[in-house]
């Protein structure tokens, strides 16, 4: 079976910084993808992930460990702006599998 | 520019009415998708397509048809058959994408929010 498991939702304050987790069991598994989404537009990407480690971005950055199933998405000094949804997406043994998405809120 | 374009943003139907959304993508992109996107939840696929004149089912194609006649166009019909069409509809396309294939990023289009009345 698939199975892609996100927090529904988290708060954090602006500037501060949040981790963002995934753990997934899919049939087969090439890679993962994170994406954004604000409300009511359509997703953009942000990171892949293959090889285990940590891959960096800016202030965006993408983990993944492949023995565990489990990946994360870390945003560094937060902004208004990073207020969105942030779907975690595996490439497997069909097209993606995207999870539910994880609500972000940032306050001041 | 590249991209994907869907039309209309918003659209209202009666209740027992098929509707047709359309996708259209000028970056040669082999591979198209639709996706349904209930408030909360993510996207759960209803049909793609890897080739022109051929696609399959994805997890929700109940009550949904589509057709792939050109590699540019992957129009989703929402027929009557459907007992909750309303929703955000998003279409998608990537470069190729048969299962096992390794780098595959999705590009969305607009999407399309259909509500029936």
């Known amino acids: 079976g698939q199975n892609i498991d996100q927090p529904t939702e988290m708060t954090a304050t602006e500037g501060a910084i949040v981790q963002i987790n995934c753990t997934y069991q899919?049939?087969?598994?090439?890679?993962l993808f994170w994406y954004q989404q604000h409300a009511g537009e359509a997703p953009t990407f942000l990171s892949y992930?293959?090889?285990?480690g940590l891959e960096e971005k800016g202030r965006f950055s993408s983990f993944l460990s492949r023995s565990k199933g489990y990946s994360y998405l870390l945003l560094k000094e937060l902004q208004m702006k990073d207020s969105a949804s942030y779907l975690c997406?595996?490439?497997?043994?069909?097209?993606?599998?995207f999870g539910k998405g994880t609500r972000l809120s940032v306050i001041a | 520019d590249g991209g994907i374009t869907q039309s209309p943003k918003y659209l209202f139907r009666k209740e027992g009415q098929n509707v047709t959304l359309s996708c259209e993508q000028n970056l040669n992109h082999d591979a198209m998708y639709w996706y349904r996107q209930d408030p909360g939840q993510g996207l759960r696929l209803i049909y793609y397509?890897?080739?022109?004149?051929?696609?399959q089912k994805g997890d929700i194609a109940e009550g949904y048809s589509v057709s792939r006649e050109k590699k540019e166009s992957f129009p989703l019909t929402v027929t009557s058959a459907q007992k909750n069409p309303t929703a955000f509809y998003l279409c998608?396309?990537?470069?190729?994408?048969?299962?096992?294939?390794?780098?595959?990023?999705?590009?969305f289009g607009p999407g399309t929010r259909l509500t029936v009345l």
């Open positions: 997406a595996v490439s497997g043994n069909t097209p993606l599998v």
């Open positions: 899919t049939s087969g598994f090439n890679g």
């Open positions: 998608a396309s990537s470069i190729d994408t048969p299962p096992g294939q390794d780098y595959n990023e999705q590009f």
């Open positions: 992930n293959v090889l285990d």
């Open positions: 397509s890897q080739i022109v004149n051929d696609f």
